[in-house]
C-alpha cells in the first residue's frame, strides 16, 4: 500500500503552543485517519483496541490535533501520562539532548547517573520521613511485579491481597490482582497462584464508613488467608480503572497499621494517581498514609515509559543482587524525561493548577447532577474526577448511557474516557496544561451530551 502524501497537510508541533481550540474540519474519523486506521486492522493485532477514531500528529497544552487537522479537547491525558502536558518543552529538550548523547547502555551493565538522579528524587518526594531506595522499570505493570517479589523476599511468605475493583496491568501476576474480567483477563488464564481479594470502601454502594469497610477486610484477611502467609496487600488509594473509587475516611490508615502490626508489606499502586494528578504529589498524602512501597509509572516521565517501585531502604534491599532489573528498565531516555517532568512537578506550580482544575470539574458535574439525577455520584481528588451515571430509582449502574455520552463527547472532538467494573464511570484526566476556557469548552459539550442522552 502507498505511503500517506504527508506533505499534503502541514503537520504542526506539538506542546503548549498548538493553537489551544477544539476545531473539527471533518466528521471523525476524517479521511486520512480513517486511511490510516484501516492499515491499523490490517496490520495491528485486534486485541489492541482504540477509544478515539483518529491517527495523531501533534497534541500540547489541553489538545490532541489528528491527521486531517482536526483538533480534540484532550480530558483523558493518554491515560493519566501526559499530566504535565504533552509534548512539554523541558521534556521535550531533554529527550533530544540524551537521545544526541547515548540512547542505551543497560543500566545493569554501565550504570549512568540520571538513574540515580531519578531514584534519589523518588526517595525524596515519595511520603514517608525513612530511607528509602528505587528501582526502575519500563511499565506499571512491571512495577507491580517487581514490588510483589520485593515483599516477598523481604518476607519470606507468598500469599498477596489485591482489592475489588483494583486494577495493577496485563502481565500474568498483574492480571491475576486485577479484578475485571473483561477486557482484561477473559481466556487469557491460567492467572499467578497465592492472590487473593478483599472487598473494597466504596461508600456510593456499600454504605459503611471507613473503620467497618477495614474491619470487613481485615477478618477476610485474618480468617482467609492467616497473617503468617500474607506477604502483601497491594492497593490503590483512589482505584483507577475499577471507577476512581475513593475509599471512605479511616479505611487506608487501619489496614496500613495492620499490616505494620503482622509483618505485612503494604504496597499503595499510586501508577494512575501518583505525581500530581490528585492535587498532592502522591494520593497516599490525602489519606495521611506512608506505604511501605509505591509503584509509580503513568505520569513519571511526561509520556516516555518508565517506571519505578520506592519504598523502605531495608525491604527494596531484601532482594541478592542481580535479583531486579531487565535490559530497558531506567532507559536513558526515560530518565532524562523524567528528571525534566519531576522538575515541573516540583517548581512550576502543577499541584496548584490540579486543584483549580478539580475545582472546575467538581463544580460542573455537580451542577449537572443536580439537573440530572442518573448523575449518581462524583467524586475524586484535584484532575481525577470522576461521574458515575446509575438509574436513579435503584442505583443499578447505566453503562448504556455512559457509553452513549462518551460515544457523543468523542464526536463532538472532546476526548473522555470511560471506566469501572460496570462500565458507567467516565473518568475525567486533562493534562494539568489545559486552560481553564477549553476545559470548560469540554465540559459544556459533555454537560449536552448528557442531556440529549436517552
Ligand atoms: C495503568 C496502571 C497499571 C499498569 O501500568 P502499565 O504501564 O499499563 O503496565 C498498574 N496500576 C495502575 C493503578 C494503573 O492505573
Request: charge should be negative; aromatic fraction near 6%.
Amino acid at each position: 500500500m502507498a505511503l500517506l502524501d504527508t506533505a499534503a497537510v502541514a503537520v504542526p508541533l506539538g506542546g503548549p503552543e498548538l493553537p489551544q481550540e477544539r476545531r473539527l474540519v471533518t466528521e471523525l474519523p476524517g479521511p486520512r485517519s480513517a486511511e490510516i486506521l484501516a492499515r491499523k486492522a490490517d496490520a495491528v493485532a485486534a486485541g489492541v483496541g482504540h477509544t478515539v477514531p483518529v491517527a495523531t500528529v501533534a497534541a500540547g497544552g489541553g489538545v490532541v490535533v489528528d491527521a486531517d487537522g482536526n483538533s480534540l479537547i484532550d480530558l483523558g491525558s493518554g491515560i493519566a501520562v501526559t499530566t504535565v502536558g504533552n509534548a512539554h518543552p523541558k521534556v521535550a529538550a531533554a529527550v533530544a539532548a540524551q537521545a544526541a548523547q547515548f540512547t542505551h547502555t543497560c543500566f545493569m551493565i554501565s550504570p549512568y547517573e540520571s538513574y540515580i538522579e531519578v531514584a534519589e528524587a523518588l526517595n525524596r518526594v515519595t511520603p514517608g520521613d525513612f530511607a528509602k531506595k528505587s528501582a526502575l522499570f519500563n511499565s506499571g505493570a512491571e512495577a507491580v511485579e517487581n514490588a510483589i517479589k520485593i515483599a516477598r523476599k523481604h518476607t519470606g511468605r507468598q500469599a498477596v491481597v489485591a482489592f475489588d475493583h483494583g486494577y495493577h496491568g496485563r502481565t500474568n501476576l498483574t492480571m491475576a490482582l486485577t479484578a475485571k474480567s473483561m477486557p482484561y483477563k477473559s481466556g487469557f488464564g491460567p492467572f499467578a497462584p497465592e492472590v487473593y481479594r478483599a472487598p473494597m470502601s466504596y461508600p456510593f454502594r456499600d454504605g459503611l464508613d471507613g473503620r467497618e469497610a477495614a474491619a470487613r477486610v481485615i477478618l477476610q484477611l485474618e480468617k482467609q488467608i492467616g497473617a503468617d502467609n500474607l506477604a502483601a496487600v497491594i492497593i490503590e488509594p483512589i482505584q483507577g480503572e475499577g471507577g476512581f473509587i475513593v475509599p471512605a475516611d479511616g479505611f487506608l490508615p487501619a489496614i496500613v497499621d495492620w499490616c505494620r502490626a503482622n509483618g505485612v508489606v503494604f504496597i499503595a499502586d499510586e501508577v494512575q494517581t501518583g505525581f500530581a494528578r490528585t492535587g498532592h504529589m502522591f494520593a497516599s498524602e490525602i489519606f495521611g498514609i506512608e506505604p511501605d512501597l509505591i509503584t509509580t509509572a503513568k505520569g513519571i516521565a511526561g509520556g516516555l515509559p518508565l517506571a519505578a517501585v520506592t519504598g523502605r531502604a531495608e525491604i527494596m534491599d531484601a532482594s541478592h543482587s542481580g535479583g531486579l532489573g531487565g535490559t530497558y528498565g531506567g532507559n536513558p531516555i526515560a530518565c532524562a524525561a523524567a528528571l525534566a517532568a519531576i522538575d515541573v512537578f516540583e517548581n512550576d506550580g502543577v499541584i496548584e493548577r490540579a486543584r483549580e482544575i478539580g475545582t472546575i470539574l467538581i463544580d460542573r458535574l455537580t451542577t449537572m447532577q443536580k439537573n440530572d439525577p442518573r448523575v449518581g455520584d462524583v467524586r475524586g481528588h484535584g484532575a481525577m474526577i470522576a461521574a458515575e451515571f446509575v438509574d436513579p430509582e435503584t442505583k443499578a449502574p447505566n453503562a448504556a448511557l455512559t457509553a452513549a455520552v462518551a460515544k457523543a463527547c468523542i464526536a463532538q472532538g472532546v476526548i473522555v474516557l470511560t471506566c469501572g467494573t460496570y462500565g458507567n464511570v467516565i473518568r475525567f484526566l486533562p493534562p494539568l496544561s489545559i486552560g481553564d476556557d477549553l476545559l470548560n469548552e469540554g465540559l459544556d459539550i459533555v454537560a449536552a451530551a448528557l442531556a440529549a442522552a436517552e
